[in-house]
């Protein structure tokens, strides 16, 4: 939504003690684009947060104002990372990543004693006396650690 000019709203409607504001929907949009809180919002524009919040909610230009202004935001921030990217390989990396779902890939090898497989042991292949003498190793092994 463009702003047809600095229309100004005085908000009659919200009963407060504060003194009545004149907030420019214009300044909404702007404050908006740098994506500011709703109670950062209502601090530069001299309000409480409460009467901001009111002013979102009941008047329809100021609200797409706010909501404007957000995605303006966000717009600007992506074109900005994308002419950082033509120059910055870090940048490009990170977009690729969060826009087009890119991932690192690490590849991990593990080898054996010069460069052979790993010798393992299937333990399901043990008759009962070598499970036993295992059990036995594995248990000094835990007392042995825990002293």
Avoid: C
Wanted: aromatic residues 4%; positive net charge.
């Amino acid at each position: 939504m463009t702003d047809a000019g600095p229309t100004w709203y005085g908000w009659d409607i919200v009963k407060s003690r504060q003194r009545r504001g004149r907030v420019q929907v214009s300044k909404i949009r702007e404050l908006s684009k740098l994506q500011v809180t709703e109670r950062e919002a209502a601090a530069v524009l001299g309000i409480r947060l409460k009467t901001f919040k009111e002013i979102l909610r009941v008047d329809v230009a100021a609200r797409e104002a706010w909501e404007d202004g957000r995605e303006l935001g966000k717009h600007r921030i992506r074109e900005i990372q994308f002419r950082l990217a033509e120059r910055h390989p870090q940048m490009a990396i990170w977009l690729g990543k969060q826009i087009l779902g890119q991932s690192d890939v690490s590849v991990v090898e593990h080898s054996g004693r010069d460069g052979g497989p790993i010798k393992t042991l299937d333990l399901s292949k043990l008759d009962k006396s070598q499970r036993n003498d295992l059990r036995q190793i594995l248990t000094a092994a835990r007392v042995k650690r825990e002293a």
